[in-house]
């Protein structure tokens, strides 16, 4: 793993959806190391002094590929506590900001020739996106189901709907709470129903998504005796 760098980036762009989502792109002024799609950074609004300590800051999964790493960092960022309001308040194009990457191990590392199941509850999307972004080496099989609460927040629709249609290894699924389509499933992500369509396959669940979801996917899995090392979570503890 390459170890992390402390590296100055301005953000370029800078997209609100419905008041609780953002999308963030920020153009790196060094080099930035290579990281494995899925892991994530570090990312502080104070300027960051090397006489002193890594100022106050959040982790978020990087949303991007490595591939475009020197052009291109995008974050998806939802309204949660303090912290995050504040990058709301302040956040706008060509601010400075500090990141520090990368971090993690929720990757596909060792695990492209076996069944991977995707599962995202909001801007849990965001280390999905980095995998499917990515020129990996060619893998078996990825079957991805999304929640989301409308279809205001179907991030990367247009990406991932073409990458549905172009890649017989890519496969999708959508559940939106507020739903007004047929075109995709209404409801909240239903866990129970994800593990009965695959429950005959030797499958790699990857969870990404608010903490409740994480803890009740995980439970009901280890329940249904997946085994632990099956069962792959986004945390960034």
Known sequence: MATPKKIEAIVTK?????????????????RVPNFSPGQFLHLALDKY???ESWP???????????DT??????????????????????????????????????TLNNRLEEENIFIAG???????????????????????????????????????????????????????????STEYKSGVIDIQYIFYKHRQEKCNYFLSGPKKMIDTFSNY???QRVQEKRIIIDSWE
Do not use: C
Not at 56 to 66: L, M, N, T
């Open 14 to 30: 800078r997209q609100i959806i419905d008041n609780r989502v953002m999308l963030l792109e920020m153009k790196p002024t060094k």
């Open 49 to 51: 002094d090397p006489s």
């Open 56 to 66: 106050e800051s959040r982790v978020f999964s990087i949303a991007s590929s490595p």
């Open 69 to 106: 790493r020197q052009e291109r960092i995008s974050l998806l960022i939802s309204k949660q506590g303090k912290f995050t309001q504040r990058m709301f308040e302040e956040i706008a194009e060509n601010k400075e900001l500090w990141i520090k990457l990368p971090y993690g191990d929720f």
């Open 122 to 180: 909001g801007t849990g999307i965001s280390p999905f996106l980095s995998i499917l972004k990515s020129n990996l080496e060619d893998y078996h099989s990825i079957k991805m189901y999304f929640g989301i609460r409308s279809i205001e927040y179907f991030i990367e629709k247009s990406f991932l709907i073409h990458k549905q249609k172009i890649d017989p290894n890519f496969d999708m699924e959508i559940f939106i709470e507020n739903n007004n």
């Open 221 to 223: 899995l280890t329940k």
